[in-house]
C-alpha cells in the first residue's frame, strides 16, 4: 500500500506563485512517478502534470505547460513538486497528487492523463486564486 502526502497550497492573488509537495511512501526500494490533477467546482477531475519516476519525462496539461513546472526532489526520491507560477484565476481548484501502481505500466503520453492509471491519491488542497 503506498501512502500519499501532499503540502502547500492556500490562497494568493493573480500573478502569485505556490509550491506544493507530495511524497510517497510505503514501497520501500522503488521510486514511483508521479502526477498532478485538480478539480474546480462542478467540474471533473483533470490532469495537470506528471513526472517519470527517473525524472526523465515530464507531461503537462496545456493549460499549465510553461507555468507550472513539476520536478523530483534529487535525496528525497519519492518526493515531487510542482511549482506553480503565474496563478490565474481559472488555475482555482483542489489540487491533487497521485501515484500508479508500482507493478503498473510505465507513464506514457497516451495514459499519462488518465485517471484511472493512479491508484493511490492524496487528500487534496484547496488553492484559490482571486484578483
Known amino acids: 500500500q503506498v501512502q500519499v502526502v501532499e503540502s502547500g497550497g492556500g490562497s494568493v492573488q493573480a500573478g502569485d506563485s505556490l509550491r506544493r509537495s507530495c511524497a510517497a511512501s510505503?514501497?520501500?526500494?522503488?521510486?514511483?512517478?508521479m502526477g498532478w490533477f485538480r478539480q474546480a467546482p462542478g467540474k471533473e477531475r483533470a490532469f495537470v502534470a506528471a513526472?517519470?519516476?527517473?525524472?526523465?519525462?515530464?507531461?503537462y496539461a496545456d493549460s499549465v505547460k510553461g507555468r507550472f513546472p513539476t520536478s523530483r526532489d534529487n535525496a528525497a526520491k519519492n518526493t515531487v513538486y510542482l511549482q506553480m507560477n503565474s496563478l490565474k484565476l481559472e488555475d482555482t481548484a483542489v489540487y491533487y497528487c497521485?501515484?500508479?501502481?508500482?507493478?503498473?505500466?510505465?507513464?506514457?503520453?497516451?495514459?499519462?492523463?488518465?485517471?484511472?492509471?493512479?491508484?493511490?491519491w492524496g487528500q487534496g488542497t484547496q488553492v484559490t486564486v482571486s484578483s
Open positions: 497521485a501515484v500508479p501502481h508500482p507493478d503498473g505500466p510505465a507513464l506514457t503520453p497516451s495514459i499519462v492523463g488518465s485517471l484511472h492509471v493512479y491508484d493511490y
Open positions: 510505503g514501497r520501500p526500494g522503488s521510486i514511483l512517478s
Open positions: 513526472i517519470s519516476w527517473d525524472g526523465a519525462n515530464t507531461y
